[in-house]
């Protein structure tokens, strides 16, 4: 009864001159939301504390402070239905408990409309939600679902990709320019395409807001982090999004127009439209709530379409995202996942590790930082039946593609972190000279390390992932860590001249030849026997000798035969490949075993063949062995 007389003296407010009908709200769904001729608010608060809804001008400035009735409270969920407030013009924030909370779940957050806007952090505008329009024609919208041994990931940041002079000057930084650049992903082979942050998160780091973050100055000791200060100038541009952020709103400021959710929106049926899939990253720290989490993966799903997320952050609701009902058919990226998870007897064939293992004996070996060949072709051939690996080379977090070959040493002195910031562990080498160079014996060796990271990675079972740029030879000038670096340092170039279109045209290649051949990408890991009784193990290991090979010590080459059978028109033949590395600085023969029958070897590609890898002509190889030039990855096909 007392409950009931609580609501109904609530209904009618009148503040500045202004009369809303107030009541109970609809419990069901968080934030504010539009319902019959008003706006439903719902938020998370104790009974016990003091409520209000907070309403903005179009200048800023509250307008109007509507109190939330104590009655209109279940459990820590506080519901209230605003008759006669129009969600079009909607501008609110929370206050609670004296405290002004932006609503967590805010479908729009205005105040953020300009990247990089120091104007309103001078003027102390407080960013405010806002309404979202949820209409919009999909059409015959659907998910591509691209099978795990067709994937190849391509990672990109939206200003990072986009900023460059060679993209229009209205679309630099925008959704817009990334959806143009569909058929240039798509020409490249890529099915999936990941995107840094694209929720709204805040870009200017402030010297009163803080020390930095642990993800980005994870080696500055603590006395050296910068302290609060009376100081409102933004020191530094969060440029990769990596911070707290509202997760339920689309980054306004990577919107060409004025409605970022549609163009996001835009974007994401134009990928599907071309058959490829958007996974988002999330950075959740370690104090979000969990729940929140959830709620906002099922939001992207639901609203947006998304088909896949990259989950960082700490303590994570691993096992409820695997099992939940509206993500079970999205793929969950992540760099760890509970053993419990992964080997669940239900199994989850949506999750997808992040080999962050794979990099570094690769890495070694290429450049002859004590790597072992052993951890190389265990890495080759990783796999697992219930669960994905995601293999890479260079990410963001680290060297470019590039730079892995021209710097020994990582150059951040423009962070204004001294040069403390990033890893100092990179497996990097320079190969003579510190950064670019005039050498043609240097420039050389750095293409063909290029061309032979490429090749060992799309040739790898797990997912291949290419971040914005490798594929055109995008040098980062050393900076192992541009997160705030939003000048041409940290965004790719795309009006270079053409001297790397031939890689580019390498890695399409490559990309293809995996998809061509699906022994290279099996669903299943290899066994190293003849499980499938073709004669011959599906994997098997080559030295100078055929089937004897030395893994251990000083070993830097390797011949690896891949043998299997493929469905393609209703018939079923034997494949055979043969992937030969020699990482060694000179020449060395591998054994080339024999095949059954009339069946004879014939060299595909060749990475010492200078800028053009893939033979126009496969040739013949009739010797029982083939000699490799020093640090060089060779591929032979055998019919």
């Known amino acids: 009864m007392r409950r009931d007389a609580g609501v109904q003296a609530a209904k009618t407010k009148v503040e500045d001159g202004m009369a809303y009908t107030i009541k109970e709200g609809d419990y069901r769904q968080y934030g504010a939301s539009a319902a019959g001729g008003g706006v439903v608010f719902t938020f998370e608060a104790e009974k016990e504390e003091d409520c209000s809804i907070l309403l903005y001008g179009k200048d800023g400035g509250i307008r109007q402070e509507l109190k939330v009735p104590e009655s209109c409270c279940r459990g820590a969920i506080r519901s209230v239905f605003v008759a006669g407030l129009k969600a079009e013009s909607l501008r609110y924030n929370y ?12 479908k729009r957050i205005i105040g953020r409309e300009r ?16 309404y979202s329009d949820d209409t919009f ?23 990072g990709f986009s900023m460059d002079a060679g993209i229009p000057a209205k679309e630099r930084g925008t959704f817009a320019a990334v959806r143009d650049k569909i058929p240039y992903l798509k020409e490249l082979g890529v099915t999936t395409v990941e995107f840094m942050p694209v929720y709204e998160f805040e870009e200017l780091i402030l010297k009163e807001k803080a020390v930095l973050p642990e993800y980005i100055s994870w080696q500055v000791r603590k006395e050296d982090q910068i302290k609060p200060e009376a100081c409102a100038m933004p020191e530094r541009v969060n440029l990769w999004g990596y911070a707290p952020a509202n997760y339920f709103a689309v980054k306004a400021s990577y919107a060409k127009g004025q409605d970022a959710a549609v163009e996001w ?13 958007c996974v988002m990253e999330m950075y959740f720290p370690e104090n979000v709530n969990q729940n929140l989490i959830l709620d906002a993966l099922r939001y992207w799903v639901r609203e947006y379409h998304v088909d896949g997320f990259h989950l960082l952050g700490e303590n994570l609701p691993v096992t409820q995202i695997a ?32 080999n962050d293992e794979y990099l570094y004996p690769v890495r070694a070996l290429l450049n002859h930082k004590n790597g072992g060949m052993d951890a190389f072709a265990c890495q080759q051939r990783k796999q697992h039946q219930y669960h994905g690996f995601v293999n890479y080379i260079s990410d963001n977090n680290g060297f470019s593609l590039r730079d892995l070959f021209c710097y020994e040493q990582k150059h951040n002195e423009e962070n204004g972190e001294e040069n403390r910031d990033g890893s100092d562990w990179n497996m990097s080498a320079n190969y003579g000279v510190e950064g670019r160079s005039r050498k043609q014996r240097i420039v050389r ?3 063909r390390q290029m061309c032979n990271a490429v090749a060992v990675l799309f040739l790898a079972q797990g997912v291949p992932l290419l971040y914005e740029g490798d594929e055109t030879g995008d040098s980062q000038n050393g900076n192992n860590n541009v997160y705030c670096q939003d000048n041409p340092t ?15 045209e390498f890695v399409a290649r490559m990309a293809a030849f995996r998809r061509e051949h699906p022994v290279l990408a099996a669903d299943m890991p290899k066994q190293l026997s003849d499980a499938k009784g073709t004669g011959y193990p599906d994997l098997s290991y080559h030295g100078e000798n055929a089937w004897i090979s030395d893994l251990s010590g000083e070993r830097q080459s390797l011949g690896m035969l891949y043998c299997g059978k493929e469905d393609g028109d209703g018939t079923e033949g034997e494949e055979f490949l043969y992937v030969g590395c020699n990482f060694h600085m000179g020449p060395t023969r591998l054994a080339l075993p024999k095949l059954p029958g009339k069946k004879k070897w014939y060299l595909l590609m060749d990475t010492a063949r200078e800028r053009a890898p893939f033979l126009k002509e496969e040739e013949r190889v009739d010797a029982p062995r083939i000699e490799l030039c020093g640090q060089s990855v060779v591929i032979l096909t055998g019919k």
């Open 95 to 106: 206050k609670i408990s004296g405290t002004v909370v932006t609503d967590p779940y805010a």
């Open 115 to 130: 990247w990089r806007d120091a104007g309103r952090v001078k003027n102390e505008f407080r960013v405010c939600g806002g």
């Open 137 to 159: 024609s999909w059409g015959t919208d659907v998910h591509p679902e691209i099978p795990r041994h067709e994937m190849f990931l391509y990672k990109l940041n939206i200003r």
């Open 265 to 277: 929106k835009k974007l994401i049926r134009a990928l599907h439209e071309n058959h490829m899939e």
């Open 323 to 354: 099992q939940d009902a509206w993500l079970r058919r999205t793929k969950i990226f992540g760099a760890v996942f509970e053993n419990a998870v992964l080997w669940h007897p239900c199994r989850y064939p949506h999750l997808y590790v992040y």
């Open 445 to 447: 060796i750095r293409e």
């Open 490 to 504: 940290g965004w790719v170039n795309w009006k270079k001249d053409e001297r790397y279109a031939w890689f580019r």
